[in-house]
């Protein structure tokens, strides 16, 4: 994986937002990431329970769509601090760096 080019993203061994994420944005990851984790339980319970197909597949794909927008509200957030913070210091490369963070959650 290439080293990113937003300074706000880049460290040593762990990388940290120079931005932090509002309280709102962090609720709203939180709430969609517990429901994905809550439709993985229910995928396990079902599996254990041999149920039918069909079910799981409709589970899956419920979790599928949590987590899709999950990782799309985590893009926005990173577009408007990171993205731009870049661009308004000539750092033009890191719209490179969003487009391959976008073709990635397709």
Same mark, same amino acid.
């Given at each position: 994986?290439?080293?990113?080019? #937003?300074? #706000?993203?880049?460290?040593?061994? *762990? !990388?940290?937002? +120079?931005?932090?994420?509002? +309280? /709102? ?6 709430? !969609?990431?517990? !429901? ?23 589970? %899956? ?6 987590? /899709? ?14 993205? $731009? /913070?870049?661009? !308004?210091?000539?750092?033009? +490369? $890191?719209?490179? /760096?969003? $487009?391959?963070?976008? *073709? *990635? %959650? *397709?």
């Amino acid at each position: 994986m290439p080293e990113p080019v #937003c300074s #706000c993203c880049s460290g040593k061994n *762990k !990388r940290y937002k +120079a931005v932090p994420r509002d +309280a /709102e944005t962090v609720e709203k990851l939180q709430k !969609r990431l517990q !429901r994905v984790i809550g439709q993985l339980g229910g995928i396990s319970r079902m599996l254990d329970e041999n149920r039918y197909c069909g079910d799981i597949l409709i589970q %899956l794909a419920a979790a599928e769509s949590a987590l /899709e927008s999950f990782g799309y509200i985590l893009l926005h957030d990173h577009m408007e601090t990171c993205v $731009v /913070e870049q661009i !308004r210091q000539g750092n033009l +490369a $890191v719209v490179d /760096e969003a $487009v391959d963070l976008m *073709k *990635k %959650l *397709k």
